[in-house]
């Protein structure tokens, strides 16, 4: 087992919202260890992509702490945080947006290598590049082409490019595959996961599709309305999910093999709310099948074994 190299304690991170405060990001509590990837995974709203900048201190904490190797990323001074930033980086899901469209592939690597900085001159910049479009596999002839020239496949490429060109240790990954046709989803994946045994790198994955995140991390935390409601490592996850929002989430997978009419009593029933002013016990209830009054009282992750972690009174 590695060494820690980002814990969250108690996270939170609320947005004021005319209807009230919205709690996004509420007291979550992880540590992904270095070289592996959690995986985050929940439906659309309950808080991946606020948790993801949280971390990386993109938006300001409103509670809680975030300790990077140690250190508490919210009190970096401004210049160790441009360190930080360095060793810390994020992908998008959509890579057209996350490009200039008017850098060419070779002037958009080379543009973070120029901000901090990193080549001496002119030719160990270009010779850096031509470095990075070798390691996420862009032939030298797409250097002068503009993103609206490549497919989605190549932009993700070139993102992943820029990401890689400081030597980072830590990505958030957000829903990095999502946009790209199933066939080049794999492609990217396996380069993502090439690219982290060759440098060791730490990622946090975040993804609505439980397929992809099984494939490439080593622990899956579940959220639901900005709560991490269950964590553990990916086989017992998909074994043994115990929370029964979870578990609702893993029958929703399609199974193409299977009996074609899915059986609609295993599909998630009623809507998701906002998280806004949220009472203290358990979000889940309006649509879980064996709420009972206990739920009403806050539910913390506690520890099941096998490093697995549930937020249900239920399994304590
Ligand atoms: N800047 C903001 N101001 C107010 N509310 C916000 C802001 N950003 C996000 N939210 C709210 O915070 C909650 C979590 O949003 P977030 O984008 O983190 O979810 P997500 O899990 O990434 O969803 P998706 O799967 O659709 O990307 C949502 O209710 C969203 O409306
Ligand atoms: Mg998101």
């Known amino acids: ?15 004021s919202t005319p209807r009230g405060e919205l709690h996004a990001v509420d007291n979550v509590n992880f540590s992904i260890r270095k070289g592996e990837t959690l995986g985050v995974v929940g439906e659309s709203g309950c808080g991946k992509s606020t948790l993801g900048r949280t971390i990386l201190r993109l938006l300001p904490i409103t509670g809680g702490q975030v300790l990077y190797d140690g250190q508490d990323v919210a009190k970096m001074s401004k210049s160790q945080m441009i360190q930080m930033r360095k060793r810390m980086q994020i992908i998008f899901q ?50 002068t082409s503009y993103p609206h020239e490549l497919d989605g496949g190549r932009r993700q490429r070139v993102v992943i490019a820029r990401s890689m060109a400081l030597n980072p240790e830590f990505i958030v990954c957000d829903e990095p595959v999502s946009a790209l046709d199933v066939s080049i989803q794999a492609q990217i994946l396996n380069l993502m996961m090439d690219l982290q045994d060759q440098m060791g790198l730490t990622y946090m994955f975040i993804t609505h599709d439980l397929s992809v995140v ?7 935390a579940v959220m639901y309305l900005g709560e991490m409601v269950e964590k553990a490592p990916v086989d017992e996850l998909f074994r043994n999910p115990r929370h029964p929002y979870t578990v609702a989430l893993l029958a929703a997978i399609p199974k193409p093999n299977l009996d074609q009419s899915q059986d609609e009593s295993e599909l998630i029933k009623g809507e998701v709310s906002s998280p806004i002013e949220p009472k203290p016990g ?16 806050p539910q913390e992750l506690k520890d099941v074994g096998n490093e697995h972690f549930v937020a249900c009174w239920q399994y304590s």
């Open 1 to 15: 087992m590695g060494d820690v190299l980002l814990q969250a304690i108690d996270l939170k991170k609320y947005f």
């Open 94 to 143: 959509d890579p057209y947006s996350s490009l200039d469209p008017r850098m060419s592939v070779a002037a958009a690597i080379a543009e973070p290598l120029k901000i901090h900085g990193v080549s001496k001159n002119r030719a160990e910049l270009n010779a850096k590049v031509q470095e990075l479009m070798d390691t996420v596999g862009i032939a030298e002839r797409y250097a």
């Open 214 to 220: 099984r494939h490439i991390s080593d622990h899956i």
């Open 282 to 297: 358990c979000r889940f209830i309006p649509r879980c099948p064996y709420a009972k009054p206990e739920c009403a009282e």
